[in-house]
């Protein structure tokens, strides 16, 4: 759970700092004070109270620029948090039903800024890979094993559009017939010696 409190400014790590950009938490407006996107975290402080939070990247499940006026009157840094925001004047009832998620808006009066948001996002987030996103050392080790186990190759066997994969242990003849010939011979020679025995 995030809560509002008195929030010191980050001084290291910082990506972007973006002053005068105001905050809306499921649209409806907070404040406006100073963007931090820092290496570690993502905290916003209100100019006039000096009150803000800072969110974890790995509670920052979705984060994208909204140009779309008709979704919101101004353009923003949007995002989704898998946590409730406590609002000083909220009730304070929780629905423990529903899956804790959290829009948020960071709309700054510069709105040619964005995009440097935006990036400044990406490389923070970065830093923090989901580990669900990965495959983890023991997958991995299955799948060096199987590429290392495929002893297939692939071979075009006749003149149709027909193909076939074989071992790569095993071998084909030339497709003309000719070692089905020399099979034959072999057998007629054994016919032909037990035919001379008496």
Known sequence: MVILSNVFAPQEGVRHEEQNTTVYVSDR???KGTLYITESVLAWIESSTQQGFALQYPNISLHAISRDQVV?????LYIMIDTKLD??????EDDDSEIPLTEMRFAPDNVNN???MFHA????QELHP??????SDAEEDIYEDAEEEDDFEYYEVGGGDASYI????????N???NDSEEAMDIEAAQFEDAEEEP
């Open 72 to 76: 919101h009157p101004r353009q923003c």
């Open 87 to 92: 609002l000083e004047d909220d009730s304070g």
């Open 130 to 135: 989901d580990p669900q996103d990965s495959f």
């Open 29 to 31: 407006e907070i404040g």
């Open 166 to 173: 074989l071992p790569s242990d095993q071998s084909i003849g």
């Open 121 to 124: 996002m990406n490389q923070c």
């Open 114 to 116: 964005l995009d440097a």
């Open 175 to 177: 497709h003309n017939g």
